[in-house]
């Protein structure tokens, strides 16, 4: 059975930073497509970084050079680096590992 389970969701003030993490567990953790995707309320989900394949890192235009996607294999975790956060950064941060969801954490970014 595959579970994704994500973590370190808070309430941060602008401008500051977290690292959220996702822990992949059922299948051999290589070589598949990952992600980040969030979403707020009224809108739909939206990707915010993803690890493909091929190996290939796509980010979302709004996040570039704040965040950063990375894994660590042998903890078969993924990580979202998240820098400079913004009020528009907030939302429910979803992790997905071939087509498996987590069931999101929240990501608050208010003064």
């Known amino acids: 059975q595959v579970q994704v389970v994500e973590s370190g969701g808070g309430s941060v003030h602008p401008g500051g930073s977290l690292t959220l993490s996702c822990v992949v567990s059922?299948?051999?953790?290589?070589?598949?497509?990952m992600g980040w995707y969030r979403q707020t309320p009224g809108k739909q989900r939206e990707l915010v970084a993803q690890?493909?394949?091929?190996?290939?890192?796509n980010y979302a235009d709004s996040v570039k050079v704040r965040f950063a996607i990375m894994t660590d294999n042998p903890k078969n975790t993924i990580y979202l680096q998240m820098n400079s956060l913004k009020p528009e950064d907030t939302g429910t941060y979803y992790c997905?590992?071939?087509?498996?969801w987590g069931q999101g954490t929240q990501v608050t970014v208010s003064s």
């Open positions: 997905v590992f071939e087509g498996y």
């Open positions: 059922g299948l051999i953790f290589r070589n598949y497509a």
């Open positions: 690890i493909l394949a091929s190996g290939r890192t």
